[in-house]
């Protein structure tokens, strides 16, 4: 670690606020084709088990038939945790300290698990007047809300946990993902703990 990241870490460590215990990363298929890319992936995890305890990564695709070898490539990575990698038509829920979707937009993830409710009610196993906000999340398939989500290259975030996200801090720098370095993921770790979460208050 250089003197930077030192200094970066140091600010972190004795700040008042907490760090993030879940952060996720929006990355698109593009950057997996650049070189290194695998690598920086695998960096990123290291760096953020040093503060949080998951990291949720959305892997935007243009087209579907990047999928398949997407996810043999992410399934195989070297990473520090447990990985779990769901796609576009998977409905089990990730559970593992690592979580990887590919292709799997918050529009298409809300859908599902608002048709596995109805299903639900169809079958007699639930009372349309019973669904809350909780039972919609125990059927999303990345249930649990990242407190920092952080995007390089540009300033939006396509369709990604719309649900989930709603009260995460958002963290948006120009720096390109062949690009990214730990000063820059603890750049958006500091800016997290300046900020003061309202969760929607």
Request: charged residues 30%; proline residues 6%.
């Given at each position: 670690m250089g003197l930077y990241e030192r200094y970066l870490d140091y600010r972190i460590r004795h700040h008042g606020g907490e760090p993030p215990e879940h952060v996720a990363l929006v990355i698109t298929e593009?950057?997996?084709?650049?070189?290194?890319?695998?690598?920086?992936?695998?960096?990123?995890?290291?760096?953020?088990?040093e503060y949080a305890t998951q990291v949720t990564v959305y892997v935007s695709v243009l087209d579907t038939g990047a999928v398949p070898p997407l996810r043999r490539e992410l399934e195989a990575i070297d990473a520090p945790r447990e990985i779990a990698v769901r796609g576009p038509e998977d409905r089990t829920q990730a559970d593992a300290p690592i979580r990887i979707g590919i292709g799997l937009g918050g529009k298409h993830e809300f859908t599902s698990a608002v048709q596995t409710l109805a299903e639900r009610v169809d079958d007699g196993d639930l009372e349309a007047t019973e669904i809350d906000d909780e039972h919609v999340?125990?059927?999303?398939?990345?249930?649990?809300?990242?407190?920092l989500v952080i995007k390089t290259g540009a300033e939006r975030l396509s369709d990604f946990m719309i649900w989930q996200s709603v009260y995460s801090e958002l963290y948006f720098t120009d720096v390109n993902w062949r690009d990214f370095r730990k000063r820059d993921f603890l750049r958006a770790v500091r800016e997290y703990c300046n900020r003061s979460r309202r969760f929607g208050r």
């Open positions: 593009r950057d997996l084709l650049e070189r290194g890319a695998y690598e920086t992936l695998t960096n990123v995890f290291e760096w953020a088990f999340e125990e059927h999303l398939v990345f249930p649990a809300e990242p407190d």
